[in-house]
């Protein structure tokens, strides 16, 4: 059979790994930076712990684990009989592949409430999975990386993750990217506006879309969904709306004068836009973009979208918001939470794209030393001993081959310099030291080979 992976997965190589460990790297130490501390949740929870939290869309999406055993014989047959086949699904299984990480971490802070301190501050880097269709940038297995604080109201916890994403990207030396930010509130004052507060999830889903599919196929979406072309006419402004913050600000509340709601989320957003321009970003730009919807059906209050930087073909590369009751669904109520989340795997790729994987995230083998029998291997190991008590990735090549074979080895590992000690090496207690790329070679003392090699690494 020939070898293969699912679609939508990925086989990662050693220099891949170690790119994608150093984007780890920078993501956890400045979470950390901030106050958030790590905790992990399990790859897969029950079904009924993910299913309706993410819409219909979303819930189509979700991988689920067939039953085993006994548990099989509880699949109820009279649904697929009467052709209900999301009944008939659901007896089939009892677990599921998380979709998200922000739904499991509510039922963590719920079923944890006694063990934590509130406000709560946690991150997380996991694996999600999602049953999309796979395309560049979209993977069915991907890296979630999020920060999220619980039990607290305080618009100062979104103005803080805006400077975290900014400091991220800063790290990262990824510029030119821009913040994009709205108010789900204001998305529930236009909908009143325009008469149709109970289809608020129907205009979402469609003007989350508007990227995907233009102006002309969200219309479409909206008359399907029961909006009145007269209604849409009057919120089209809106999905053209150009200008500076401010502007865009002024002529929202012009607009949702007559909701209460929606100038709320006005009142909000200018407060997050006000302290987030006064404290300033470094690397990313900050715009109010009103059909910005973020299709998940928990969010509340402000939200929020990273695009990539212009000319790099790429969907959003992080985003998330305010959940006022998410935890309610698990019995604890009253507790609202803000979070965000970091797209690692199109990060990666847009860091990829622009070159901007440092040499230092290459974490390959410094040192090779080559093999010229068991009477001089001893030596050899002695001295990776202590290289490797210095942090100095070392090896010893495992077999006395031919030294064109070994040099081979090392060029096809990229591995920068290579230690030769052979017969008369031994004899005058010295070892030649090969510059892989130049292809220079020099004698020194044994006795100093620490100096020698540590010099070298750190030219």
Known sequence: MKPSIPKGTRDFSPKVVA???????ILSST??????EPIETPSFEKTSTLLGKYGEEGDRLIFKILNSGDKLKKANLEALAQNKLAAFSN????????YDLTVPFARYVVQHQNEINFPFKRYQIQPVWRADRPQHGRFQEFFQCDADTVGSTSLWQEVELCGLYDHVFDKLNLHGTCLKINNRKILAGIVEVLGASDRIIDFTVALDKLDKIGQEGVVQELLTKGFTSKAIDKVKPLMELKGDINSKLELLSSFLLNSE??????EELRFVVDQVSLIGLKSMSLDVDITLARGLNYYTGCIFEVAAPAGVKMGSIGGGGRYDDLTAGFG???TSGVGISFGFDRIYLVLEELDLFPSSAQNGTQILFANFGDEFALKCNQMIKILREHNIRSEFYPEASKMKKQFS?????????LVVIGPNELASKSFVFKNMDSGNQTNH????YLNVIVSALEV
Request: charged letters at 25%; aromatic letters at 14%.
């Open 332 to 334: 604890l109520k009253d």
């Open 31 to 36: 979470f950390e930076t901030y106050g958030f």
């Open 19 to 25: 790119q994608r460990n150093y984007l780890k790297n």
């Open 409 to 417: 080895y090392a060029n096809s590992k990229s591995i920068p310099f």
């Open 445 to 448: 003392s044994l006795s100093d």
């Open 91 to 98: 007896s089939l299984s009892e677990k599921a592949l998380r």
């Open 261 to 266: 709601v929606g100038l709320k989320g006005v």
